[in-house]
Each structure stands twice: as C-alpha cells, then as structure tokens.
C-alpha cells in the first residue's frame, strides 16, 4: 500500500482517540506508528502545535514527504519538522529547512491530561524531550501519588515526576545522571507550579539506589569510583523504574535483557512494605512472563511478596502486533 494509504487508514482508527484528546487537553500523540501500521521506521506524532515526522531506517523522498504533508495539514495546519534518523545510532542527519529551523530549535510548551510539559523537536539530543508512549504511566502515578513520596528513577525530562507532583504528592525525588534532562524537568515542574515539592538529582543511579536502599556502593570491577552525591537510606511509597535497554559506568551495567535484577533488586528495598514500584522494561525480545516471574522471585528472595500486580498498557495511538508491545509496565504492591 502507498503511503498516501496507510497514514489515512492510520488516522481513521484514531478517530474516536483524536476526538477524546481534545475532551482530555492533550495535543501530544501519536498517528502513526512504522511497521505496526505498514511502513519500517516512520513515525509520525503531533508535539504541541507542530508535526514531527522521524525516519529510523530509510530517508522520505521528496514525493513521500510531500504526500504525508498533504494529509497532516488536512488534518491541523501546523508546521512540520522532518528529522531524519536512519543514519547509525539513531542521531539526526537532515538539515532542516530554513522556515523550520527556528521553530524546531526552539522550546514549546506541549499539553498531556491538562498536565503542561517542555519540547523540543530538534536539539543537542535525540528525543523531544517527552517520550509519548509512557503517557500511561504519567496516567498511572497521577492518579495514585496523592499524599505519598515518589520515588523517580532514570527520570529523563522528569515528565513522570512532574505527573505525579501535579496529582498531590508529598514529595517527589527525580534522579538522573543528565543535567540537561533535569533542567527541563525543572521547567516542567516550574510550568504546572509544583517545583516546591520536586527534588531533582544528578546521580548515576546505581549509587543513589544503593544508599537509598541501605547497601554498600561498589564498583564495577574494582574500578576506583568516581564522586557521587551522598545519601542516606530511605523509602518510598511509589518508585518508579525506567531504565535505558544498556548503559555502562564506573558503578554497573543497566542491562535489561540480562540483569534487570541489578536495578530492581535496590528499588524494590528502597519501596516501603504497602508501597508499589512500578517496573519499565522497552526490550522487545524480552518476554513478558518470564520478565513477570524474575520479578516475583527477586521479591521473594529478599523475604517479600508482591500483594497485588496491574499490567500498564500504551493507549490505542501506540499500536502493537498481537497486543504485545515492545514496552512492558507492571506496577507491583510489596508487602
């Protein structure tokens, strides 16, 4: 199928989710979603009052993107940025046109459940700065922070910890090693005026969930650790637990196929008995069921139990063959 038809097939499934956006002050999502919908690699999504079309395997033609422009301004006259990422390790390799560029580059203000958040379509990352996909789970702590102390982990642009502040919570910690990232938490917190209840912390999360968790920080291999901001152990209500696919430094490896334990382990002793640490995990080839039981076992050994579970699934912009989505969010209540 042609483009042309695959985006308007795409856009008619989403009719009855486009209508509820506007009930719900969200002008965030997504209306098409690659290989799910017919076409490897290209997504498109609505951040605000712009378009962002992205490119993970192979550049538009000047003929396909004239066609997707066509329908997406059918739908709201909005500018539209093109950012190219089919070059390796996903970075950006297109210029953008001279009647985008500034647009692009510069930070609009995007709105999620009346909940107001930073973006950026095209800066010295990669992201624009507020993952779609994990709107769920911005959904989730919202609705049950109310009164307790967060926990944020691998925090990004703070979007869950700004979620969960707006939902009245007594206090959020959101740790991450990007000072960038958490100076656009910032602003997301000082935008919906909950910046007095957000803490915001650049650590590499492996010491700071050891010492939140009471445990000796070590290094990986012996190697001579690098400063790190001091902690004292503490617990929380709700822990949130979204960890990049791999990462490596002088503490550990975030490794989600092989060691999502070396994390969960920590967080799980950093969530206060009744509390609930919900779990991310965004690797496609894991399972869902297996990642499930390495969990309950991980809880078990520590002498714990998991009282109750609930599966988080992406919004119907987010589609997945078989309803198995690469992205896999459990919140467990720990007794």
Not at 98 to 117: C, M, P, R, Y
Not at 278 to 304: I, P, T, Y
């Amino acid at each position: 199928m042609s483009i042309s038809s695959l985006l308007a097939s795409a856009l008619a499934k989403r009719q009855p989710f486009l209508t509820d956006t506007k009930l719900n002050k969200t002008n965030c999502f997504r209306v098409f979603h690659g290989t799910v919908e017919g076409h490897k690699g290209l997504n498109i999504d609505r951040y605000g009052d712009a378009w962002l079309i992205q490119t993970f395997h192979h550049t538009l033609t000047q003929d396909e993107f004239n066609t997707i422009e066509g329908l997406l301004v059918e739908l709201a006259h909005l500018p539209i940025v093109y950012n190219d990422r089919s070059d390796k390790n996903s970075r950006v390799v297109n210029t953008l046109e001279s009647k985008t560029d500034e647009f692009a580059q510069s930070t609009q203000v995007i709105l999620e459940n009346g909940i107001k958040f930073t973006s950026k379509l095209r800066h010295e990352g990669q992201d624009p700065l507020l993952f779609l996909d994990m709107r769920i789970g911005r959904e989730y702590v919202n609705a049950n922070s109310k009164h307790k102390t967060v926990l944020n982990l691998f925090s990004y642009t703070c979007g869950i910890g700004t979620a969960a502040a707006v939902g009245g919570a007594k206090r959020v910690t959101n740790i991450d090693f990007s000072s960038f990232a958490l100076e656009a938490g910032r602003k997301n917190a000082e935008l919906n005026g909950v910046d007095d209840i957000c803490q915001f912390i650049q650590s590499d999360a492996f010491p700071a969930l050891r010492q939140l968790a009471g445990l000796k920080v070590a290094g990986r291999r012996n190697q001579k650790l690098p400063s790190y901001p001091k902690m004292t152990a503490t617990q929380f209500e709700l822990v949130f637990l979204d960890p990049p696919r791999f990462a490596k430094s002088a503490f550990g490896t975030v490794d989600l196929i092989n060691d999502y334990q070396g994390l969960f382990k920590p967080a799980m002793l950093a969530t206060k008995k009744g509390g609930t640490i919900v779990c991310c995990n965004n690797v496609a080839k894991v399972d869902r069921h297996m990642w499930f039981d390495s969990l309950v076992r991980c809880v078990e050994k520590q002498g714990r139990k998991i009282t109750h579970h609930s599966w988080l699934h992406c919004h119907e912009d987010f589609p997945s063959f078989d309803d198995n989505h690469p992205l896999k969010i459990v919140a467990l209540t720990l007794g």
